[in-house]
Each structure stands twice: as structure tokens, then as C-alpha cells.
């Protein structure tokens, strides 16, 4: 398979906690994106991190990459209400391949 | 600067009908990518072109055509409808395959 499989697949968490959603896939990549979703939008991109990266921070996100062990965790620190969304990873060589979300809910 | 931009943004339409969605990239994309996103599922690869050829399709029949124009824009075109393609359609465009800008989606709902 070509894409990755996000885990869990869904979230609950209280405001001001850290999120932790993890990614895993089988195939060689060149890169690897997270994105956002709300709830029947359109997927917004947060971050790419390179197959010769390890650790990628954007303020609250911080993201890590294994190409050993084939996953990425995507740490989402100090979580607001409007964190609340689906997320997805995204396997990037080509094309892009998305899997099924964790899908997070961050209670105020 | 216009982002990605899909119209209609809902449709509703009968089984065996035909439909056509359409996209204009963001200023300075010359890629577009459109995808099916079911209920609960995430986006599923429909079919990528660049410089107005079809470039890569994923595991959709042949139902699923497109185009795209010389400033870019697209059409996804899904012919004899199922119940089955009831979903949302997200049209994504980037440029020299970096990261997508996607469009808030076209929601097509067949009866």
C-alpha cells in the first residue's frame, strides 16, 4: 500500500493537553506532509518534514520521522478547542497518498 | 491571491446522470490533483495532470475522465452515476510537487 495508516483513529483530549497522533506506511518516500481538516472542508497543509529529516517543529507542532521503523508522529502541544479536526498523512513521491485520519476532538 | 477555488460546491444529482466539477489552481500552479473523499474516509486519489495530459490515475474506472486547460483549470467529469459516488471532491493543485492547496470541495450527492 502507498499510503500511510494514521493511529489512533480518533482523539479526545481536554484544552491545554498535548496530542500525539502517529503515522505509519510501507513504501519508500521522498517526503512526508501532515495536513488538517475540518469537519467537510478542505485539507489544509502543516508541515512537510524530508525522508533525511528526524525533527521538524512549527510553533505548537513538532514532527518526527523514522524511515527505519517506516513512521511519523505529528505532537501537537497545548491544544485549544480549535485544534479540533481530522488529520491525515500524507506520503509524497508523485502523488500524494492519504490514509483514513485520526480524527481529534479537544474538549474546552 | 485567490486560492484553490471548486464550484459547484454542492450538487445533487440522479443515478445514470452525468456531472462535471470544475477547479481553478492557485496563481502559479501548473498541477492539479483531484480526490473522492467519502464519509469518515480520507481523500482517495483520483487522477493528477500537468501540462494538460493525465499524468497519473489512481484506481477509479473509467467513468472518471478530466481535462485540463492551457490557464491551468480543470473539470473532473464522473459519467453514469452510481449511489456509490456520493462524496465530496476536493480538487488540490501545486507546483513542481510541493506541498497541495486544496479547495473547499465540491459535495455531490446522487439519489
Known amino acids: 500500500s502507498q499510503q500511510g495508516e494514521e493511529d489512533p483513529q480518533a482523539l479526545s483530549i481536554q484544552e491545554g493537553e498535548n496530542a500525539t497522533m502517529n503515522c505509519s506506511y510501507k513504501?519508500?518516500?521522498?517526503?512526508l506532509q501532515w495536513y488538517r481538516q475540518n469537519s467537510g472542508r478542505g485539507l489544509v497543509h502543516l508541515i512537510l518534514?524530508?525522508?533525511?529529516?528526524r525533527e521538524k517543529h512549527s510553533g505548537r507542532l513538532r514532527v518526527t520521522l523514522d524511515t527505519s521503523k517506516k513512521s511519523s508522529s505529528l505532537l501537537i502541544t497545548a491544544s485549544r478547542a480549535a485544534d479540533t479536526a481530522s488529520y491525515f498523512c500524507?506520503?509524497?513521491?508523485?502523488?500524494?497518498?492519504f490514509g483514513t485520519g485520526t480524527s481529534l476532538t479537544v474538549i474546552p | 491571491d485567490a486560492g484553490v477555488t471548486q464550484s459547484p460546491t454542492h450538487l445533487i444529482k440522479t443515478r445514470g446522470q452525468q456531472v462535471t466539477l470544475r477547479c481553478s489552481p492557485k496563481?502559479?500552479?501548473?498541477?492539479v490533483s483531484w480526490y473522492q473523499q467519502a464519509l469518515g474516509q480520507g481523500p482517495q486519489f483520483i487522477f493528477q495532470?500537468?501540462?494538460?495530459?493525465?499524468?497519473q490515475r489512481g484506481n477509479f474506472p473509467d467513468r472518471f475522465s478530466g481535462h485540463q486547460f492551457p490557464n491551468y483549470s480543470s473539470e473532473l467529469n464522473v459519467n453514469a452515476l452510481l449511489l456509490g459516488d456520493s462524496a465530496l471532491y476536493l480538487c488540490?493543485?501545486?507546483?513542481?510537487?510541493?506541498?497541495?492547496?486544496f479547495g473547499e470541495g465540491s459535495r455531490l450527492t446522487v439519489l
Open positions: 488540490a493543485s501545486s507546483y513542481n510537487t510541493g506541498e497541495l492547496f
Open positions: 513504501t519508500s518516500i521522498n517526503n
Open positions: 518534514i524530508r525522508s533525511n529529516e
Open positions: 500524507a506520503l509524497t513521491g508523485n502523488q500524494f497518498y
Open positions: 496563481s502559479g500552479h501548473d498541477t
Open positions: 495532470y500537468y501540462e494538460e495530459e493525465e499524468r
